[in-house]
């Protein structure tokens, strides 16, 4: 996606002679899209230069193309509570989208009940003793005070029981995240419970009240891909530059500050010389292509930051399942597999007569082997435990694997001291500006980095300098995440 009739090289020269500020954004996923798309609305002056190493841009918001589908990287659905982006999705495509209503359902002791959980079929699938025990763990919960919580363990005990906790939130944080839910931040469970108890949240499922959950959703009609595409044509249409299949190979430092990015493409390696730098690569990936290399203990930290990887399994049966959910849950630890997505229920028109489409979701570690399994080995996995359930009939007839290295920062107790360390090194170099999901290590939400690549943009329009954008960084650690 290079502009338009190839005129990268003519523009790039013309921009150095007319000593245009030239911004070049490190990756072309949401928060980088945003951020390029505002800068040259506000000031068309800009030279602005995207790079992406994915032949599209999108990053972890893009849709792929397979047999007449258009496929999310899991299931995407657009969410804000972001006044900032409500406003600006308006404007920008509200319009185009379609309405979803969220239908989900959680796979328990062999029987698929309601998520978010609702109390009748919740006792019929856990049967009464374990109902009556789970009950009086519950009941606990009323007395316990848990704003110190460190770990998600603890956490998730202090708000839904330990019999709850072990049978449901345990086995699926440890299979999301693959480390002991004790090692787990309580962040990564108060993002999302945001202090509601198991009573809130069968209330909520009882009185179908939907305030512990997003009940609605919006969605682009050709796939959550839609979005990144729209900014991408227009940015190209403001003078931007995106070079897709370019990867940043290097960033060079002159007297401590970045000067010079090294791409490599199809082309070869070229230099771009720069003024200011916007990173959304992951966090770790980024200190290491500093020249010169950074401070033993910088690497060391920021090495130590984990995403968890994840395989995704494209299906398609040869029959029409009539799946109502938008998406399903498998938090026991025998399936391997965290959820999956419907795609024909995020978009009906695109369902096609007598097929159906599902996305399996395996949360694993690179080089694991999850990660490794071909299609055919990974659908006979998937198939032979969907079957049984009775969510199938028939084995698959076609399958496609698409892996994801970082799916998920992973919020390990201690992650934090790391990241700061990382970003005070980054900091230093007064005309760098980290942001979005990998950029801060930050397990958030599509709206939430539409808004980092806003607000970054913005603080460059500003002319403010770098201090104030890390100074201010905190505020991302407020959102809300829906599941
Ligand atoms: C399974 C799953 C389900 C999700 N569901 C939802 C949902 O329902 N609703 C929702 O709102 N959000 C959802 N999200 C989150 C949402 O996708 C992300 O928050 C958002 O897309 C992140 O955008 P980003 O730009 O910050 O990061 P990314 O999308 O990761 O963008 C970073 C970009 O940098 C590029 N890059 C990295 N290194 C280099 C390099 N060296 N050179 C060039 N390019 C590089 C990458 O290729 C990538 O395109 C989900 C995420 C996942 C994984």
């Keep these: 996606m290079e502009s338009e009739e190839g005129h990268a090289g003519d523009h790039s020269i013309e921009a150095m002679n007319e000593n245009r500020k030239k911004i070049v954004i490190l990756g072309a996923g949401a928060a980088g899209l945003s951020a390029a798309w505002k800068l040259l609305r506000e000031d068309p002056r800009l030279h602005v230069v995207l790079i992406e190493r994915d032949p599209l841009p999108g990053g972890l918001a893009k849709s792929i193309s397979w047999k007449g589908y258009a496929l999310d990287l899991g299931p995407h659905r657009f969410y804000t509570e972001i006044p900032e982006v409500k406003q600006f999705i308006k404007s920008f495509c509200e319009e185009r989208m379609i309405q979803v209503t969220r239908a989900s359902r959680m796979y328990l002791n062999g029987r698929y009940i309601p998520y978010p959980i609702k109390p009748l079929p919740t006792f019929q ?19 316990n005070k848990q704003s110190d919580a460190e770990s998600y363990e603890d956490y998730v005990i202090g708000y839904y029981g330990e019999k709850l906790y072990r ?138 930051l984990h995403y968890r990887a994840i ?19 498998f938090p026991e630890e025998h399936v391997p597999f965290s959820r999956i997505y419907v795609p024909d229920n995020f978009a009906p028109h695109k369902k096609q007569p007598g097929k159906t489409c599902l996305c399996v979701e395996f949360p694993c570690d690179v080089e694991s082997d999850l990660w490794r399994m071909d299609a055919f080995q990974l659908a006979d996995l998937a198939d032979r435990i969907l079957a049984p359930s009775g969510l199938i009939h028939r084995r698959s007839i076609d399958a496609l694997v698409v892996r994801i290295k970082e799916g998920y920062p992973l919020y390990e107790i201690g992650y934090e001291h790391r990241v700061n360390k990382t970003l005070e090194y980054i ?43 890390y100074d201010n960084i905190d505020r991302y650690k407020d959102y809300r995440i829906v599941d």
């Design 311 to 329: 395989t995704l399994l494209y299906l398609q049966y040869d029959e029409d399942l009539n799946i109502n959910d938008t998406w399903l849950y």
């Design 167 to 304: 049978r449901i939130f345990q086995p699926y944080a440890e299979k999301v995240w693959g480390i002991p839910a004790a090692q787990i931040t309580a962040e990564t469970a108060r993002v999302r419970l945001r202090g509601e108890n198991i009573w809130h949240s069968l209330k909520d499922g009882l009185l179908s009240k939907h305030e512990t959950y997003v009940a609605k959703f919006l969605y682009p009609p050709g796939g959550i891909g839609d979005i990144p595409q729209q900014f991408a044509q227009e940015i190209i249409r403001d003078g931007g530059e995106i070079k897709i299949n370019h990867e940043v190979t290097g960033v060079s430092l002159n007297d401590g500050r970045v000067h010079e990015v090294e791409v490599s493409g199809p082309q070869g390696v070229q230099k771009l010389a720069c003024d200011i730098l916007i990173n959304t690569a992951p966090l770790p990936q980024f200190a290491e292509l500093m020249r010169p290399v950074p401070p033993a203990d910088i690497l060391s930290a920021s090495a130590s």
């Design 125 to 143: 699938a856990l049967g009464l003793s374990n109902t009556l025990s789970f009950s009086l763990s519950a009941l606990r919960v009323l007395w």
């Design 427 to 469: 900091r230093s170099m007064g005309n760098c500006l980290t942001t979005g999901r990998q950029g801060l290590f930050r397990h958030n939400n599509l709206d939430q980095s539409l808004q980092m690549g806003l607000q970054v943009a913005e603080h460059v329009l500003e002319q403010k300098d770098s201090d104030s954008w």
